[in-house]
T-cell receptor
Framework: GNSVTQMEGPVTLSEEAFLTINCTYT??????LFWYVQYPGEGLQLLLK?????DKGSNKGFEATYRKETTSFHLEKGSVQVSDSAVYFC???????????FGAGTRLAVHP | DAGVIQSPRHEVTEMGQEVTLRCKPI?????LFWYRQTMMRGLELLIY????????DSGMPEDRFSAKMPNASFSTLKIQPSEPRDSAVYFC?????????????FGPGTRLLVL
């Protein structure tokens, strides 16, 4: 069946450090891939997405590239800020109805 | 746009009581999803609807849980009777499903505590 595996947290970084959160997936067909972010006390919100192989999603300085050959969608940011502290979820959708399958989430803490 | 609206935002109840969570999706969206989030189990999809029809309820943990969508602008998730292990944050999300890759929009969640 379809599944998403992402690196365990927490990830702790200093401000302006480089961020990578790894995400790999298993899916039949051609899934769409997503990164959602959850700030404390809030619901999830879309950070970026990619719907086909080699597409790059980007938003707020974050990027991720859909790599079909390695079944990966790693999240990167060149310089993190304290305000980026949150939980990040990798997800895929495949088939109809936009059903999402989420990874376990990775907590990021950025310190000044 | 008001986004997905959930009520109540917080609910504290005693074991055995009935709990009803409410969701208003974004106008024009035709798919609605209920999730549960806990530290132990992460984010779980409970049930989802398309055009007000339940498509897959395989994530509903047991018969104590039920969900309805009587019209395009309202859905409920009911737990009867509630148990302490039902304590979690429950999220509703909606999307417009026309093909693939559409974004789901999440509400702020209902934090449920069953004593």
């Amino acid at each position: 069946g379809n599944s998403v595996t992402q690196m365990e947290g927490p990830v702790t970084l200093s401000e302006e450090a480089f961020l990578t959160i790894n995400c790999t997936y298993t899916a039949t067909g051609y899934p769409s891939l997503f990164w959602y972010v959850q700030y404390p006390g809030e619901g999830l919100q879309l950070l970026l997405k990619a719907t086909k192989a080699d597409d790059k999603g980007s938003n707020k300085g974050f990027e991720a590239t859909y790599r079909k050959e390695t079944t990966s969608f790693h999240l990167e940011k060149g310089s993190v800020q304290v305000s980026d502290s949150a939980v990040y979820f990798c997800a895929l959708s495949s088939g109809g109805y936009n059903k999402l399958i989420f990874g376990a989430g990775t907590r990021l803490a950025v310190h000044p | 746009d008001a986004g997905v609206i959930q009520s109540p935002r917080h609910e504290v109840t005693e074991m055995g009581q009935e709990v009803t969570l409410r969701c208003k999706p974004i106008s024009g969206h035709n798919s609605l999803f209920w999730y549960r989030q806990t530290m132990m189990r992460g984010l779980e999809l409970l049930i989802y609807f398309n055009n007000n029809v339940p498509i897959d309820d395989s994530g509903m943990p047991e018969d104590r849980f039920s969900a309805k969508m009587p019209n395009a602008s309202f859905s409920t998730l009911k737990i009867q009777p509630s148990e302490p292990r039902d304590s979690a944050v429950y999220f509703c999300a909606s999307s417009f499903t026309s093909g693939f890759g559409e974004t789901q929009y999440f509400g702020p969640g209902t934090r449920l505590l069953v004593l």
